[in-house]
């Protein structure tokens, strides 16, 4: 079991940057997936972006070559680098362990 805080959300302009964090509860240096989901409204959740332990990344189409997940074991958190953001990009963010979930952070995006 592992609790996961997620922030950094906020309203940000189309083509800006926002750098969403989410801290673990417990070490993370073992755990193999760690992985950033999100769901916009009347949509269903949707696979972000996925870190294994090893530092392999791997994303979602709509957001390949502006997203980048990465961690940081000796903080326990994983974070999500967004950049040039589009208004589709609206959505609330949750991060997943296992079937561990936070409470997700809200990002807005203005055109």
């Known amino acids: 079991q592992v609790q996961l805080v997620e922030s950094g959300g906020g309203l940000v302009q189309a083509g800006g940057s926002l750098r969403l964090s989410c801290a673990a509860s417990?070490?993370?240096?073992?755990?193999?997936?760690i992985r950033w989901y999100r769901q916009a409204p009347g949509k269903q959740r949707e696979l972000v972006a996925t870190i294994t332990s090893g530092g392999t990344t791997v994303y979602a189409d709509s957001v390949k070559g502006r997203f980048i997940i990465s961690r940081d074991n000796a903080k326990n958190t994983v974070y999500l680098q967004m950049n040039s953001v589009k208004p589709e990009d609206t959505a609330v963010y949750y991060c997943?362990?296992?079937?561990?979930w936070g409470q997700g952070t809200q990002v807005t995006v203005s055109s």
């Open positions: 997943n362990v296992y079937t561990n």
């Open positions: 417990r070490n993370i240096f073992s755990i193999n997936y």
